[in-house]
Nanobody, 121 residues
Framework: QVQLEESGGGSVQAGGSLRLSCAASVNIQSFNDMGWYRQAPGDQRDLVAA???????IYAASVKGRFAISRDNAKNTVNLQMDSLKPEDTAVYYC???????????????WGKGTLVTVSS
């Protein structure tokens, strides 16, 4: 059973930094891509950043230049370095992993339970 566990959330003042980590219970090279989503109260869950198995990152426009996603295949972790944090970055951050489907198996998506990031002004 695949499990994703986030860590590193907390409270920080605007302009500060946090580093989130997502530890997978399986070899992350089995995933086609992994990423981070966030959800603020009353809002939908939105993509923050993702990284393919080949290491190609994508970012939401709102975090580009401030956040950096990376993966450590040896440790089966995906990390999100968040710098220059803003109050609007306040949300629960969720780790996500996806496996593409094929003729014999539907696509599979996995989620962690989330970690809270609070940025005060």
């Amino acid at each position: 059973q695949v499990q994703l566990e986030e860590s590193g959330g907390g409270s920080v003042q605007a302009g500060g930094s946090l580093r989130l980590s997502c530890a997978a219970s399986v070899n992350i090279q089995s995933f086609n891509d992994m990423g981070w989503y966030r959800q603020a109260p009353g809002d939908q869950r939105d993509l923050v950043a993702a990284i393919t198995s080949g290491g190609s990152p994508i970012y939401a426009a709102s975090v580009k230049g401030r956040f950096a996603i990376s993966r450590d295949n040896a440790k089966n972790t995906v990390n999100l370095q968040m710098d220059s944090l803003k109050p609007e970055d306040t949300a629960v951050y969720y780790c996500n992993a996806n496996v593409q489907g094929h003729a014999l198996r539907p696509p599979q998506t996995y989620w962690g339970k989330g970690t809270l990031v609070t940025v005060s002004s």
